[in-house]
Each structure stands twice: as structure tokens, then as C-alpha cells.
């Protein structure tokens, strides 16, 4: 079984940087990986994914020029840097596996590990 974990959430007032890892045992160095957020009371929705080599992105036009997903295949870690944030990018952030690569799409069901999720507040 695949374990995810996600870190780095908190509080930060607008304008402000926040950078989310997650990290996957044994390994996720041959996956899409993704980023994926649910604000209350709303459906969990696309932000970024990165291909295997981490030559490849897609974001969701909301973060687009904001927000940077990486990688780093060595440590097996995958980064979320989210920069300028506003209110409503506050939300639950969730990391989420795919054993298929490239990117297939921004649906939830493309992804067959998830992690718990971490809290991201923005607010003054």
C-alpha cells in the first residue's frame, strides 16, 4: 500500500507564500502526481500536476502564474510553492497519486492515492 502525506499548511494573510511538500513510501518516481483542493462546501477541484520527469506541468487557470508545482525524485517529494495568495485559495489541500504518466486529466478519479490533506487559511 502506498502512503501520502502532505505538510506545510498554515496560516498566512493575502499577498503572502506558502510552500506545501508531500511525500510518498515507498516511492512515486514513475507517477503523476497532483494537487488537488475542496474550500467548504464545495467540490474538491484541479490545481497543478507534474509528469514523472517533472518536464511537464498543468495548473488550473485560478493559480496559473501563482502557484509552481516541482519535483524531486531523489527525495521523493513533491512541492506545491503557491505565491500572491488570495482568499479564496483557502482551503484543503490534498497530494494525489497516479500510476499512469504523462498527465491524463484533472479529474479526481485519475488518482488512485490520496493523502489526508492539510489546511490552508488565508485570511487578514
Known amino acids: 500500500q502506498v502512503q501520502v502525506v502532505e505538510s506545510g499548511g498554515g496560516l498566512v494573510q493575502p499577498g503572502g507564500s506558502l510552500r506545501l511538500s508531500c511525500t510518498a513510501s515507498?516511492?512515486?518516481?514513475?507517477?503523476?502526481m497532483g494537487w488537488f483542493r475542496q474550500a467548504a462546501a464545495k467540490e474538491r477541484e484541479f490545481v497543478a500536476a507534474?509528469?514523472?520527469?517533472?518536464?511537464?506541468?498543468s495548473y488550473a487557470d485560478s493559480v496559473k502564474g501563482r502557484f509552481l508545482i516541482s519535483r524531486d525524485n531523489g527525495k521523493n517529494t513533491v512541492y506545491l510553492q503557491m505565491n500572491s495568495l488570495k482568499t479564496e485559495d483557502t482551503a484543503v489541500y490534498y497530494c494525489?497519486?497516479?500510476?499512469?504518466?504523462?498527465?491524463?486529466?484533472?479529474?479526481?478519479?485519475?488518482?488512485?492515492?490520496w493523502g489526508q490533506g492539510t489546511q490552508v487559511t488565508v485570511s487578514s
Open positions: 494525489a497519486a497516479d500510476r499512469w504518466s504523462p498527465i491524463r486529466g484533472t479529474l479526481t478519479t485519475y488518482y488512485d492515492y
Open positions: 515507498p516511492t512515486f518516481s514513475s507517477y503523476t
Open positions: 507534474i509528469d514523472w520527469s517533472g518536464t511537464t506541468t
